[in-house]
């Protein structure tokens, strides 16, 4: 099918396309550019439209954004990008919005599937559901929950008020807002909106890893694990025993540290009761916050008398271009019990 997008280019990294933004109420298939090795895929579902007579607010579409690894020339990922559902023109319900997602690869068993909801319909009793968020293959985590990164949409309500968007996303507005409702007609919601942001080979080096502590160390039996990157360019994590160690050829290759940006999310609670947490941000629905690396960034896990286990989700961009240059996943696990 026909389909429109926005191709912004790359400064950082390797070169070559930086992102690509697709319409809504489109459907297609994007390659991944030659040299690429990273995505991060953000997208909004289309919000509800409003209701009329006396008219509820239509619900705000789920919001998502995950990152994954791509072959450059090679990986295809289909997409479809959510439309907005209109709003009610007589007394009723308006329409729900579409929703918006990616399938790698575009046919055959998934390895990645991202589903962001659109918005529910208002009508004239009822506010709009909120859109809600699902997911398999290689970035699982529980449907109809906000996952590291995402965020459920609002739910519509009474008195005209719509639902916003995930991530804050405003009422009526793109993306995915859900639409006001009123007495004679109802307001259409947001569009919905998928856009691919593409990494390229860097001097900042992450991968994969685990940062543990099952040293029962302090009163009370409490233990902390740590991840750390430090403004020297070296990545370190907490072995077995507690102590710090190096991660060989990790962080930082070459070049000044200053010049990049780190954004830290924990997962939701789980693993075990207890726990607590240290640097980074800590639900689905929190604004990304970036922090400079020229100072040294600690994460932390602390347990007192309990097993706990948390994944830390990290991305590293250029402060300058604000590419996401890398990002990896941490699993950080403390067993303090007594």
């Known amino acids: 099918m026909a389909h429109i997008a926005l191709v912004l280019l790359g400064a950082g990294g390797g070169g070559g396309v930086g992102s690509q933004c697709f319409a809504a109420g489109t459907t297609g298939t994007v390659t991944a550019p030659t040299g690429a090795t990273g ?38 990922i289909a997409y479809t990008v959510g439309a907005k559902g209109t709003g009610a023109l007589a007394p009723g319900a ?60 609002a739910g519509g309500d009474a008195g005209d008020t719509a639902g916003g968007g995930g991530l804050g996303g405003t009422p009526g507005e ?87 940006e780190v954004y830290a999310q924990w997962s939701p609670s789980g693993g075990g009761p207890g726990g607590v947490l240290g640097g980074g941000t800590t639900g689905g629905a929190t604004p990304d916050t970036w922090l400079s690396l020229g100072t040294t960034r600690s994460f932390t896990l602390t347990g007192v008398s309990a097993n706990v286990e948390r994944e830390l989700y990290i991305q590293i961009r250029n402060a300058t271009t604000q590419e996401i240059v890398n990002f990896c996943t941490v699993t950080v696990e403390v067993d303090s019990a007594p």
């Open 174 to 260: 793109t993306p995915g807002g859900g639409g006001n409702g009123e007495v004679d007609f109802g307001w259409d919601g947001g569009d919905g909106s998928v856009c691919f942001y593409w990494t390229y080979p860097t001097n900042v080096v992450l991968s994969n890893q685990s940062a543990v502590n099952f040293s029962l160390a302090g009163v009370g039996g409490s233990a902390t694990a740590t991840y750390r990157l430090d403004n020297a360019g070296q990545a370190s994590r907490t072995n077995t025993s507690g102590t710090l160690v190096n991660i060989t050829g990790q962080w930082l290759t070459s070049g000044t540290a200053a010049d990049y």
């Open 39 to 76: 995505c991060t895929v953000e997208m909004w579902g289309g919000g509800g439209g409003g209701g009329a007579a006396p008219g509820y607010g239509g619900g705000g579409a789920a919001h998502l954004k995950r990152s994954f690894s791509v072959t450059g020339g090679s990986t295809q």
């Open 94 to 153: 308006g329409v729900q919005g579409g929703s918006s997602s990616i399938l790698v690869p575009p046919s055959g068993p998934p390895d990645i599937s991202l589903v962001a909801g659109g918005g529910g319909a208002g009508d004239s009793t009822l506010p709009g559901t909120a859109g809600t968020i699902t997911a398999s293959g290689g970035i699982p985590f529980a449907a109809g929950s906000a996952p590291t990164n995402g965020s459920l949409g």
